[in-house]
């Protein structure tokens, strides 16, 4: 009887099942998703990009999805869902209600939930777990499952393009650096002509960034340019025309002072 009466005890049991979200096509997207979760959830404790389902009495998870007809919620046997990557369980209580009340709620979810009610937002998988367990009269999910939960499903999209934005993101930098580096050099060369030039010397002609303007700069240069990149001439290449120039204003200018 002792034996039974455990049995029944687990079976009353209210455990979640979490899964990372690696239903992608590709691979690189699924293991961003993998670092993501590692880095936020692993590490940090934030949180992640998860998919959620609930097992109680039967031994069968239940959970909700998209689907165009019918009804989002569907079932599989517990932590063998195919389509994402097996994390952890989670005990959250013991239910008090009967296995006919529990199978009355699962009806009552299911027409409730229809497959294209689905919302990223408002109404997915974790959303679907909370309510589950609060019918359940147990503890709801803890905060990290959900609390990336509006990325959740978007996280395909997110992770395919996120190495290109990264590359993409280097590059500019690269490029901001090396126009930097120039501007900053011909200045230097150039600083008792132009006063007011961000870079100055300390003595042994290196030039030094100033804090406002080198904040402007990593600005600009974290922002992708669709002009090609010009380099900044010195006085030395300027036409010829345009220092004959220059030189006869000055020679005015210092005649009217005379």
Known sequence: MGGGDQSEAEMKEVILHVYDVTNSASAKANNTILQINRIFKDRIGLGGIFHSAVQVYEDEEWSFGFCEYGSGVFS?????????????????GE????????????????REWPGNSYDLLSKNCNHFCD????????????????????????????????????RQAKTEIVTASKVAYRFISGLSTNSAANPESPSSSNGGGIPRFQGAWFKNLLAAGAKPTSTPEV????KEALPQQEREGQSEELLSRSRSDI
């Open 76 to 92: 599989c046997p517990p932590g063998k869902n195919p389509m994402y990557t097996y994390r952890e369980c989670i005990i959250l």
């Open 231 to 234: 380099p900044i001439e010195t």
């Open 95 to 110: 239910t008090n209600l009967s296995k006919s009340k529990v199978n009355q709620i699962l009806r009552e979810l299911s």
């Open 131 to 166: 309510l589950l367990c609060d019918r359940l009269e147990v503890p709801k999910l803890p905060a990290w499952v959900n609390r990336f939960a509006n990325a959740g499903d978007t996280a395909v999209e997110i992770a395919g393009n996120t190495a290109l934005r990264f």
